[in-house]
């Protein structure tokens, strides 16, 4: 077992110590070079990719505007017709409105009349009867 852990090189480091080092100069600076262009391309690719993904990306978006402009203008043609047709439906709203305040009022007088009848009940029962015993202690005091 080794007792130093080996750190792997970084491409630029690699490509300096080949430089450095002349009998492994070659070998080093060929592996450096290539993990640099490898990892030039690697980082265009994904740069490359992110901005397919981000075009795509402004793709949907305009989808999804286009869609609901579509649906807002369903959705206005629906109001107006709703509006058009607002000063029937209040006709015949004031006319069915007559009856309801004359129903209105009977059941509040009705509710106020159980109310009534309800509390002398519960007032009644919460009052104690007089007891038909006589009283233990004597009423009238001593002089």
Do not use: C, H
């Amino acid at each position: 077992m080794r007792t130093k852990t080996e750190d792997r090189l970084t491409p630029s480091q690699r490509l300096n110590r080949g430089l450095k080092y002349s009998a492994v100069g070659p070998v080093d600076v060929t592996r450096g070079a290539l993990a640099l262009g490898l990892s030039g391309a690697q980082s265009s690719a994904s740069w490359v990719g992110e901005r397919y993904r981000q075009g795509r990306l402004k793709e949907q978006l305009s989808k999804d505007l286009a869609a609901a402009q579509e649906t807002i203008a369903a959705e206005l043609a629906a109001a107006q017709e709703v509006v058009s047709g607002l000063p029937e439906a209040l006709t015949k709203a004031r006319a069915r409105r007559r009856r309801r305040p004359l129903l209105l009022a009977a059941v509040g007088v009705v509710v106020l009349a159980g109310g009534a009848v309800a509390f002398s009940i519960v007032r009644r029962s919460s009052q104690p009867e007089p007891s038909p015993l006589p009283p233990s202690v004597e009423v009238t005091p001593k002089p």
